[in-house]
């Protein structure tokens, strides 16, 4: 049970995580400022402006900075990691997002030519980040941590 409310009470998990969710609540609120149209469901989706996985990665390693120091062990492992997942979301999961981009509308094309029995489900587009969606989460995530443990 100590381990349960040890849990509980990990603030730099709990800073990430509602760095996360700001970041998804924020992207809805964008959409509605934006593009005029209330879409919820935006919430549960990746990709878009802002990145919340970026947000999560910098709250958690800005946490750790503060409250361990940048020379430490912890912090240098919680860089790494959040620097991995920065890569990954302008790099390998943005181009998978153009590649599906495109391979929809080879489908569609197709579709036009097959015409019976040809429906594949369109593959999802919003996969990854621009830089600017990952450096506004990341922005984000360092001022929640900020905000949390500069105390």
Same mark, same amino acid.
């Given at each position: ?10 603030? @730099?998990? @709990?800073?990430? #995580? ?17 593009? %005029?149209? @209330? +879409? ?22 800005? =946490?750790? =900075?503060?409250?361990?120091? #940048? ?25 998978? =997002?153009?590649?599906? +981009? ?8 197709? +579709? ?11 593959? %999802? #587009? ?10 506004? =989460? ?12 500069? +105390?």
């Amino acid at each position: 049970m100590n381990s349960f409310a040890d849990l509980l009470s990990n603030r @730099w998990l @709990w800073v990430a #995580v509602l760095s996360s969710t700001a970041a998804q609540l924020l992207k809805v609120f964008l959409i509605l400022l934006i593009e %005029r149209r @209330w +879409r919820p469901g935006a919430f549960m989706e990746t990709g878009g402006m802002p990145s919340s996985h970026s947000a999560m990665v910098a709250a958690l390693t800005t =946490g750790v =900075g503060i409250t361990e120091g #940048v020379g430490s062990p912890l912090f240098a492992a919680s860089a790494v990691f959040a620097l991995i997942v920065m890569y990954d979301a302008t790099g390998v999961r943005h181009s998978s =997002g153009q590649q599906a +981009r495109l391979l929809n509308d080879l489908v569609e094309e197709l +579709r036009a030519v097959v015409r019976e029995g040809f429906a594949p489900l369109p593959l %999802r #587009v919003l996969l990854g980040h621009t830089y600017l969606e990952v450096l506004v =989460g990341t922005l984000l995530g360092v001022a929640a941590g900020f905000i949390a443990f500069s +105390r």
